[in-house]
Structure formats: structure tokens, C-alpha cells
Nanobody, 130 residues
Framework: QVRLVESGGGSVQAGGSLTLSCAASGYTIQVYDRSFCMAWFRQVPGKEREGVALIHTGDPEPWYADDVKGRFAISQDRAKNTLYLQMGGLKPDDTAMYFC???????????????????WGQGTQVTVSS
């Protein structure tokens, strides 16, 4: 079992920045000793959960959704077993509940759809006002 705990959400004005954190724990060996796909998803009421950014624990090359490219950056601190999402140039359309997700994968090609992910955090709300 993997436990994911997000933090860092909040309210910000358009153009502002936030950094989300996701602390991973609970696997037999810490998450960053194994091969996992790690991702950030977001969801607004009435819509499907969508992938925002993802990265494999063994591969520094990330993937981003088109509408966040150049504004968001995903990163990971292996020593702290923590995943981050730095969000800049925030827009009202970025308002959503943001979730951290993970699944065990030896392949460094990570899924972009929520169904691929086995472990989820509880979510952290990001609200961007105009």
C-alpha cells in the first residue's frame, strides 16, 4: 500500500503562483527506491479527472498537459519521497481539486489517464480568482 498526502493548495489571484507537495510513504521499500509513475491530476465538479503532469521515479523527463506547458513544473525529491508541482501564471481555469497519484511501473512510459493509477491522495483545492 502507498499513502499519498498532498499539501500546498490555496487561493491565489490570476497570475500568481503556488507549489503543491505530495509526500509518498507506506510501500515495503520507500516509493523512490522502486519504479513508480507519479502524477498530478485535477478535477472540477461535473468533469472527469484530467492529467496535469507526470513523471517516472527513474526518469527525469516529465509529461505535461498542453494547457499547463510552460507554466507548471513537476519535480521530485527522492531523499524526501516527495513529489512537487510548481504552478505559475495561474489562471481561473486552473481552479480545481488537485490530486497526487501513483502506480508501480517498470516501464518509464507512464499512463496519462486516471484509470492507470492505483494510489491517490485526498486532494488539495486550488482556487484562482480573476
Amino acid at each position: 500500500q502507498v499513502r499519498l498526502v498532498e499539501s500546498g493548495g490555496g487561493s491565489v489571484q490570476a497570475g500568481g503562483s503556488l507549489t503543491l507537495s505530495c509526500a509518498a510513504s507506506g510501500y515495503t521499500i520507500q516509493v523512490y527506491d522502486r519504479s513508480f509513475c507519479m502524477a498530478w491530476f485535477r478535477q472540477v465538479p461535473g468533469k472527469e479527472r484530467e492529467g496535469v503532469a507526470l513523471i517516472h521515479t527513474g526518469d527525469p523527463e516529465p509529461w505535461y498537459a498542453d494547457d499547463v506547458k510552460g507554466r507548471f513544473a513537476i519535480s521530485q525529491d527522492r531523499a524526501k519521497n516527495t513529489l512537487y508541482l510548481q504552478m505559475g501564471g495561474l489562471k481561473p481555469d486552473d481552479t480545481a481539486m488537485y490530486f497526487c497519484a501513483a502506480y508501480r511501473s517498470d516501464s518509464m512510459t507512464c499512463g496519462t489517464l486516471s484509470g492507470a493509477y492505483d494510489y491517490w491522495g485526498q486532494g488539495t483545492q486550488v482556487t484562482v480568482s480573476s
